[in-house]
């Protein structure tokens, strides 16, 4: 739909035309140049409203009983069902309880998940590891004291490929070793599944299926993956808040670690409660949250970090 702006420029710009007193011949050449610029500009806006729509429609939380081709490629019928919706959420806005899930991908390692351990628990909030069976095997203690530490375990693959350019079978199997590397660990059954990076295709869903996991992404996204300061981190998970949210955050990232307090202390000053994955999708309905809704949150004045900015 064309903006305000776009409607006052095209009306100000007929009235320029005839004020001129150009000739019929230009003034009927400028009239059709008028339409041609606020019809292309029409196309962006809902070119990009598409584009929106599209994105939105990515789950957070992938359905079981979806075809993995509609998740990948959501139908034009689906992606018009979502802009309708979000003209009806501009005007009755829904209601989402404010819970949070602080997901950490990667990992475990020697130095840093100890630190994001001791950190969680200080703040006592619950987390979710999705951890790579390959540093699993590495660092058991560690991995096992994740799990003694009520952190919710997830699987992010056996040794962290780019699911999408791998056939369905190596998929399965890169998934299923993930798997068997965490139980034989920790002896825990994992039931999500994240797919390096965040890219799929079919079937990564198909093969996560197969080993009966759920696949899990995300709707808010802070960058932390690239070496960005600690006050970044903190204001893009702010100004990214969703309800309810499912925040991505890396493991091995010291930045992230001094992040935490700061993101914790907004979010609870809110009224969000801290959950794991498990207990947000039985406290809430996938409809809810895979239609999170943006929510307002004032950024702190300043970092509260107690040990200084990093950037590893």
Request: glycine share 4%; no cysteine; hydrophobic share 45%.
């Amino acid at each position: 739909m064309p903006s305000r702006s776009t409607v006052w420029t095209s009306s100000w710009s007929w009235g320029a035309i005839t004020k001129f007193n150009l000739p019929q011949g230009w003034q009927r050449a400028a009239r059709r140049a008028v339409l041609l610029v606020a019809l292309a500009a029409a196309v962006i806006v809902v070119r990009r409203w598409v584009h929106h729509a599209e994105l939105e429609s990515v789950p957070v939380i992938v359905p079981s009983n979806v075809p993995p081709q509609t998740i990948v490629h959501p139908p034009a019928a689906a992606i018009a069902r979502r802009m309708l919706r979000e003209v009806r959420e501009t005007f009755f806005p829904p209601r989402r309880p404010r819970l949070a899930v602080l997901t950490f991908d990667d990992g475990p390692y020697p130095v840093e998940t100890p630190l994001l351990l001791a950190q969680l628990q200080a703040l006592d909030v619950p987390a979710v590891f999705f951890v790579i069976g390959r540093d699993v095997r590495r660092q058991p203690a560690i991995a096992a004291r994740a799990r003694l530490a009520h952190v919710e375990l997830g699987n992010h693959t056996a040794t962290h490929p780019e699911m999408a350019a791998l056939p369905l079978e190596e998929q399965q199997a890169e998934i299923a070793q993930g798997a068997r590397d965490i139980a034989a660990v920790t002896g825990v059954r994992v039931r999500y599944f994240r797919p390096p990076h965040g890219n799929y295709d079919a079937a990564t869903i198909l093969a996560a299926r197969a080993e009966g996991e759920t696949m899990a992404l995300w709707d808010v996204d802070p960058g932390d993956w690239r070496t960005i300061p600690t006050h970044q981190i903190i204001a893009n998970v702010i100004m990214h808040a969703r309800s309810p949210a499912v925040i991505l955050l890396h493991n091995g990232k010291l930045a992230t670690i001094e992040a935490l307090p700061d993101i914790v202390a907004a979010y609870r000053a809110a009224g969000f409660t801290f959950v794991t994955l498990s207990q947000l999708q039985a406290r809430l309905p996938l409809s809810e949250i895979n239609d999170p809704l943006p929510v307002r949150l004032p950024l702190p004045a300043a970092p509260a970090s107690s040990v200084g900015e990093h950037n590893p």
